[in-house]
């Protein structure tokens, strides 16, 4: 059982930058079976989630082909806490951005993800 509590949205102009935050708890936490994956993903109304980053459960990441160099998904195992560093954000990137995770990778990949944060919103101006 894992929580996820998603922050750090808000609104930037065109080629700012934003960092994410998801802090994850729960049984799987403090018993530290914390072997999962973890990823943001962002969806527009109408529209399917789309993955922007995740990594494994030893931390390797993967990054959708639009935030590849510009986007960094990072972790801190002390703190629980994965984050996602913005660079260069286009008003394209606009959308909620969810933190998600599973302990399958191909799951998460696909957008199923079994634990999900609220969401935090990103809009960035032109």
């Known amino acids: 059982q894992v929580q996820l509590v998603d922050s750090g949205g808000g609104s930037v102009e065109a080629g700012g930058s934003l960092t994410l935050s998801c802090l994850a708890s729960?049984?799987?936490?403090?018993?530290?079976?914390?072997?999962?994956?973890v990823g943001w993903f962002r969806q527009v109304p109408g529209k399917e989630r789309e993955l922007v980053a995740m990594?494994?459960?030893?931390?390797?990441?993967t990054y959708g082909d639009s935030m590849k160099d510009r986007f960094t998904i990072s972790k801190d195992s002390a703190k629980n806490t994965v984050y996602l560093q913005m660079n260069s954000l286009k008003p394209e990137d606009s959308a909620m951005y969810y933190c998600?995770?599973?302990?399958?990778?191909?799951?998460?990949?696909?957008?199923?993800?079994?634990?999900w944060g609220q969401g935090t919103q990103v809009t960035v101006s032109s």
């Open positions: 998600a995770a599973d302990v399958s990778w191909n799951i998460l990949k696909s957008g199923h993800g079994l634990w």
């Open positions: 729960g049984s799987s936490i403090n018993a530290g079976s914390s072997r999962y994956c």
């Open positions: 990594v494994d459960a030893d931390g390797d990441p």
